[in-house]
């Protein structure tokens, strides 16, 4: 069978999601099946002698590699969302056999040389697309060790093997630290200045108010309690859940420590010279240096934006607070009093105006607008009663997605906001399989009873970040598995919709769409709609320098041939990529779960990456006033529905018909 492009079935979607009867057992039984059903097949396709054809090998290894990534996804996901410990265990019991499974397939020297046959005697046949798709699955292979010596495949599964366990143990003693911490307020004058709502969500029932170290409670106290003994008393327990410091049993330190060793060591063993190195040798970065060029543009001016700033909010703490060393566990609760008086936005005021459901409608008309589909309340089987689901229809309304909405903040759940596909859309055996996508989040939970939460700006930008993702899963136009969605996508440009949509949530027409007065049912106000988007840039400097340390401590972290001590790293970066006060023996890295169990391994410049790419493709929309369809039609045909079926540099290149610059960005931040 020749390798022509599948024609797309024209039928509705199959979904396969088990979340009403899903159980910890089964699961894992399930993974372990799909596991040992792939070895067997994979040894089949090496055997067989004849000429290849793509839907014995490439057909064949796309329908393995979606069973255990759905089955496996399952098991990842509700130990995330859960906090039940028996989804947890099956979760870490079945990890090493996944990533066995991995190995031995990535290092099975007879299936690479039917995937090299079939590259070569079919290559004229082949298109585009799928030559991308052998050459990476080539790639892959070797990075995979398939050439290695016996005895160092043997040691390269080993290292991988237990770099996988160490980041489970990494996520679940954050998950377990961040649940058990809390700081208790008994005096309602140190929360004067706590939105209403956010204060009666902590009330203790004996009295006074307790905030656990979750992130919407956290945020909450640092912005909004004037009492700097609570303020430092959080921090400290935050910084510390996962340190030598903090509750017996969940240090991190010594986690981090090996995984980059054990990291350090995988790179050497396939020819790299540092784990950085050989990560961004098959992104659009190329090398670490491209990444620390870029970072420097920005620096230069984000450094001095940052001085100004800080001297700002020096001035302003000593004039009105009398605090004359300020400290890091200051900086959240002056910066917030200092936006309120110098922009006249208060985020009680704001978060009167966005309730959770109005926002989640003014988004839905939004992506309506901009890529001419439509999000519609569906019921399905969920994990929580929380839960919101979702179907995404076209034009003629047609089921073409599904969309999982957990937004509130739960003891045992994760922290942080993220969005994966939990079922990938494409052609398998013939039939199309619906794209299934969850956006999690941890917003404030709800005041009284009855009462839809509220949400404050940031998480009102991080509801059209995580969607920016979703939508990269749901709006892929790819057959085949190993490009659909975010497959194949360069990791570096896997930010590029996520942060392109943000850009939305600022537009003035989009915040009175999504705005309603809790009480009055009234938008935002003129007034105060020009003041909040007019605090966009509000402390840029100091946001970017700071997101700025991170990417370099990432890569420094990784560009070490033996991997660098990560907490003296850590001290050094702070001192290159920080103006203002820092945490006296500060432990961030042991909660740093991005690098070290979300996957960003040397690779959080992605952020950074993206978001240079996101604003010169949004500079499109800048110019295209309230007339967004045809620049979302082109977006989305050049972006989202092309998954990963060619370099991402190409996508780009073919939305704006150039290359990308670093313009947009500064001048978005206004640091030019």
Not at 463 to 471: C, D, K, P, S, T
């Amino acid at each position: 069978m020749k390798s022509g492009k599948t024609r797309r079935v024209q039928e509705p979607g199959v979904t396969r999601l088990p979340f009403a009867r899903a159980t910890p057992q089964e699961s894992a039984a399930a993974t372990r099946a799909s596991c040992a059903r792939a070895c067997a097949t994979a040894r089949q396709i090496a055997a067989n002698t004849g000429a290849p054809a793509w839907d014995e090998v490439m057909d064949s290894l796309a329908e393995l590699d979606e069973s255990i990534d759905r089955q496996f996804g399952l098991l990842h996901h509700m130990q995330a969302v859960t906090g039940d410990s028996r989804w947890a265990k099956a979760y870490a019991e079945v990890l090493p056999r996944v990533q066995e499974t991995a190995s031995v397939l990535g290092q099975h020297r007879g299936l690479q040389q039917r995937v090299a046959q079939l590259a070569k005697e079919d290559a004229n046949d082949h298109s585009a697309v799928r030559r991308r798709i052998l050459a990476e699955s080539l790639a892959d292979f070797e990075q995979a060790g398939v050439s290695l010596p016996a005895a160092q495949k043997t040691r390269l599964r080993s290292l991988r093997k237990r770099a996988a366990q160490l980041a489970e143990r990494f996520e679940r003693n954050l998950r377990t630290a961040t649940a058990v911490g809390h700081v208790d307020i008994d005096d309602e004058k140190a929360l004067a200045d706590m939105p209403d709502d956010l204060r009666a969500a902590h009330c203790k029932p004996g009295g006074g108010w307790r905030f656990p170290l979750l992130d919407p409670s956290y945020v909450a106290l640092m912005r909004h309690c004037s009492d700097r003994r609570a303020r430092r008393q959080m921090l400290m327990l935050r910084n510390a859940r996962c340190s030598s410091l903090g509750p017996k049993g969940r240090d991190n330190t010594g986690i981090i420590r090996q995984l980059v060793g054990l990291r350090a060591e995988q790179a050497q063993l396939l020819g790299h010279p540092s784990y950085a190195q050989m990560v961004l040798d098959r992104r659009m970065a190329g090398n670490p240096q491209a990444v620390l060029k870029l970072a420097d543009r920005i620096g230069r001016p984000a450094r001095q934006a940052a001085r100004r700033e800080l001297r700002m909010l020096a001035g302003f703490a000593a004039r009105e607070y009398g605090i004359a060393d300020l400290a890091a566990w200051d900086l959240s609760f002056v910066s917030e009093r200092l936006r309120e008086r110098e922009f006249g936005i208060a985020e009680a005021r704001i978060r009167e105006h966005f309730g959770q459901q109005e926002v989640i409608a003014g988004l839905f008309a939004c992506i309506r607008r901009l890529f001419g589909v439509r999000f519609e309340p569906t019921s399905a089987p969920v994990w929580h009663p929380d839960v919101q689901v979702f179907r995404l229809v076209n034009r003629n309304r047609r089921e073409i997605g599904l969309l999982y909405a957990d937004f509130a903040a739960r003891p045992g759940k994760s922290g942080g906001a993220w969005a994966h596909d939990i079922q990938t859309g494409c052609l398998l055996a013939g039939k199309q399989q619906l794209p299934v996508a969850l956006i999690c989040c941890n917003f404030s939970a709800a005041g009284a009873a009855g009462r839809q939460p509220r949400l404050n700006w940031d998480e009102v930008v991080t509801l059209y970040h995580e969607m920016g993702h979703a939508l990269h899963h749901l709006l892929s136009e790819q057959d085949d598995y190993q490009v659909a969605g975010m497959n194949m996508v360069e990791w570096d440009a896997i930010e590029l919709p996520s942060q392109f949509m943000e850009n939305f949530a600022w537009r003035p027409e989009v915040i009175r769409e999504m705005s309603r007065h809790e009480q009055t049912g009234q938008p935002l106000p003129a007034g105060l709609l020009r003041r909040l988007v007019g605090g966009r840039t509000f402390l840029a400097g100091m946001r970017t320098l700071r997101q700025l340390g991170f990417l370099v401590y990432d890569l420094r972290l990784h560009d070490h041939p033996r991997g660098a001590d990560p907490l003296a790293l850590w001290r050094q970066v702070q001192r290159e990529y920080t103006v203002g006060p820092t945490l006296r023996g500060d432990r961030t890295p042991c909660s740093f779960g991005h690098i070290f169990a979300g996957g960003y391994a040397a690779g959080y410049y992605s952020y950074l990456w993206a978001e240079v790419l996101a604003a010169d493709a949004y500079a499109l929309f800048a110019r295209a006033g309230k007339r967004l369809a045809a620049p979302g039609k082109r977006f989305r045909s050049e972006i989202l529905a092309r998954g990963g079926s060619r370099p991402a540099i190409d996508n780009f290149c073919a939305l704006r018909q150039r290359p990308p610059t670093v313009d947009a960005l500064l001048r978005q931040f206004r640091f030019r």
